[in-house]
């Protein structure tokens, strides 16, 4: 299937591992101009030297940094951007009685401001070019709230609603929007959370953790000309994980 996606233009938050490094590399594939940004600078330069893209260091979660971030890309590909995957490292775990209002506010700071920012930024030119593919790494826990994951499971299933919400908005621009829903997937996150496939892979239908290329595969296809009539969706890469329809 022709993604028709070369010559595209596109700006990966967390994009120097895990499912952020997995669609930067399918993007590659598939001819798109990638620009990767995460925090640690040593390992965006090496990565994106790796895949054969652009790459900065910036930290999303920083006030204002989703708008300024997508400008540098911009400035850096001497283009507009057609694709913006917005996705970032996963806010604290712990439970409610467990968690301070810092720590609240920094998980709205990282999971929302950064998304809330970044579009705001992309999409006058997306508008006037009448085309745009946007795509928010979120979780299975914005459908089904998982155990210890307080602040996931909240603002995470508040993000599905904006997800809607904006492709409603923008649909008769050319532009689609949706949220992309790892399961259980086998990344640095997962080894920080203490899951491997002898913890969780019993509980998954597939009986294995999801490989990042997995969930990669789904983003290829969303930021595809083939993808044009799908919008405002929040689509899980799961193994058959979530229970509900
Ligand atoms: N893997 C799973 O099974 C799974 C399941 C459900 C949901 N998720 C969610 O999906 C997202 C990605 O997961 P992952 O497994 O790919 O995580 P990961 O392996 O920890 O990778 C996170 C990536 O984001 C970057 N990053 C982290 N914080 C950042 C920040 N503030 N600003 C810019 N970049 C930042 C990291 O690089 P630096 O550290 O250098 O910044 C890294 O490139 C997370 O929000 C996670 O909670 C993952």
């Known amino acids: 299937m022709d993604f ?133 790494v979120t979780s299975v826990a914005a459908r089904e709230p998982q155990p210890g994951l307080v602040i996931s499971n909240s603002l995470r299933a508040g993000l599905l609603g904006l997800v809607n919400t904006i492709s409603r908005e923008v649909a008769r621009d050319g532009i689609t929007i949706n949220a992309l829903l790892p399961g259980y997937t086998n990344t640095d996150r997962m080894a920080e959370l203490g899951v491997d496939d002898a913890v969780m892979g019993p509980k998954i239908p597939a009986g294995r953790l999801g490989d990042p290329k997995e969930f990669a595969a789904l983003a290829a296809f969303l930021a595809s000309e083939r993808a044009s009539y799908i919008t405002g969706q929040a689509i899980a890469v799961d193994g058959g994980f979530l229970n509900s329809i």
């Not at 895990?18 to 940004?37: C, D, N, Q, T, Y």
């Not at 600078?41 to 920083?62: N, Q, Y």
């Not at 996705?87 to 709205?108: D, K, L, R, V, Y």
Request: without cysteine; aromatic residues 6%.
């Open 4 to 136: 028709k996606l070369s010559g595209r233009t596109a700006l990966v938050f967390g994009g120097s591992r895990g499912l952020g490094k997995a669609i930067a590399e399918e993007f590659k594939a598939e001819g798109v101009r990638v620009v990767i940004v995460a925090r640690d600078p040593t390992r965006v330069a090496r990565v994106a030297a790796e895949l054969g893209v652009e790459g900065f260091s910036g930290d999303v979660s920083k006030p204002g940094a989703g708008r300024t971030l997508v400008e540098q890309a911009t400035e850096l590909l001497g283009q507009s951007l057609d694709i913006l995957v917005t996705n970032t490292g996963g806010p604290a775990p712990g439970a409610f009685a467990a968690t301070t209002a810092t720590t609240w506010q920094s998980g709205f700071d990282n999971l929302w401001m950064s998304f809330v920012d970044s579009i705001q930024t992309v999409l006058p030119a997306m508008r006037q070019n009448r085309w745009g593919r946007i795509l928010a």
